[in-house]
């Protein structure tokens, strides 16, 4: 168990709608990052927030948005879904300082649209 | 731009036996970080090992250690003693310099699938 908490594991929706995915950091992490896995694009980096601000920008489309929240815990809007959105979408969260920046990855949300 | 490469799709391995997945980078920095995660059929992402650019020994985590060959731009993940829980996605990852705004995010590779026979 990475400490790392999202939910919900699994979401079903279709085209055209809007879904929101949460995540819960490690305690102490202030970074939290967000990526999309899928089997044409491999693992991509789409947003990193740091301490309630945006620190970074992936391959994130205009549709989808992101925040962190003053506990720390982040969500990631995913707006006008289409069926190439379909994915699994990690958080991940790390201490966002030091040497190593070793990022530890939530279970997913698995999102199939339809 | 960073860039990960795994050649290998599919390995095999004898349970007990040590196996190589290989990873080669590119990237112009001079200081980077590379990564080796664990994605099982459940999906998650297990972190596994760490080595950074400067790091003159090569990184050990209990039966995982990271063959780092910076001339090379390889950092390949040797497994020793296979387990069958071993088998899974292996991703080999990067960042860039810590000063740089690379360094908050990972480059992934195509993953390779290991599985370990009995």
């Known amino acids: 168990d990475s400490g790392v908490t999202q939910t919900p594991k699994h979401l079903i929706t279709a085209t055209g709608q809007r879904v929101t995915l949460r995540c819960s950091p490690r305690s102490g992490d202030l970074s939290v990052y967000w990526y999309q896995q899928s089997l044409d694009q491999g693992l991509q980096f789409l947003i990193q927030?740091?301490?309630?601000?945006?620190?970074a920008k992936g391959n994130i489309l205009e549709r989808f948005s992101a925040q962190q929240f003053p506990d720390l815990h982040s969500e990631l809007n995913l707006s006008s879904l289409e069926l190439g959105d379909s994915a699994l979408y990690f958080c991940?969260?790390?201490?966002?300082?030091?040497?190593?920046?070793?990022?530890?990855f939530g279970p997913g949300t698995r999102l199939t649209v339809t | 731009a960073q860039k990960i490469t795994q050649t290998q799709p599919g390995m095999f391995v004898q349970e007990k036996e040590a196996v190589t997945l290989d990873c080669t980078y590119d990237t112009s920095d001079q200081s980077y970080g590379l990564f080796w995660y664990k994605q099982p059929s459940s999906g998650e992402m297990i972190f596994l090992i760490y080595q950074g650019s400067y790091d003159e020994q090569n990184a050990t985590e209990g039966r995982y250690s990271l063959n780092f060959q910076k001339a090379r731009k390889s950092a390949n993940l040797v497994i020793s003693a296979s387990q069958l829980g071993d088998s899974a996605m292996y991703f080999c990852a990067m960042r860039g310099p810590i000063s740089s705004g690379s360094a908050r995010q990972l480059t992934f590779g195509s993953g390779t699938q290991l599985t370990v026979l009995p």
């Open positions: 991940a969260s790390s201490v966002g300082r030091g040497s190593s920046y070793e990022q530890y």
């Open positions: 927030y740091y301490n309630g601000e945006e620190r």
